[in-house]
Nanobody, 120 residues
Framework: QVQLVESGGGLVQPGGSLRLSCTASGRPFAIYGMGWHRQAPGKQRELVATITSGGTRNYADSMKDRFAISRDNAKNTVYLQMNSLKPEDTAVYYC??????????????WGQGTQVTVSS
């Protein structure tokens, strides 16, 4: 019964910052890669950033200078620090992770999403 729960979204002015959090609840046995995607109305879901269990980070090119992904393995939590936000960053942001619940294969889980709105 593993779930990913995002928090931290909201309304922010252009140029502002937000920090999103995503925590794996339930009883994860092992958490491997974690990441963030986003989807705006009428647009395809796109990759924002990923981080491996060892801390290796990857970003979409358009976001690598403004966003930072991190994780706290002891808390089963991944974060997304977003700076210099632009109106085009407005989207629902989704957490995802590869998680095993026992000795065996890992499966990909998705959170419910959290809304980020960048507007004056």
């Amino acid at each position: 019964q593993v779930q990913l729960v995002e928090s931290g979204g909201g309304l922010v002015q252009p140029g502002g910052s937000l920090r999103l959090s995503c925590t794996a609840s339930g009883r994860p046995f092992a958490i491997y890669g974690m990441g963030w995607h986003r989807q705006a109305p009428g647009k395809q879901r796109e990759l924002v950033a990923t981080i491996t269990s060892g801390g290796t980070r990857n970003y979409a090119d358009s976001m690598k200078d403004r966003f930072a992904i991190s994780r706290d393995n002891a808390k089963n939590t991944v974060y997304l620090q977003m700076n210099s936000l632009k109106p085009e960053d407005t989207a629902v942001y989704y957490c995802n992770a590869d998680i095993s619940t026992s000795i065996g294969p890992a499966y990909n889980y998705w959170g419910q999403g959290t809304q980020v709105t960048v507007s004056s």
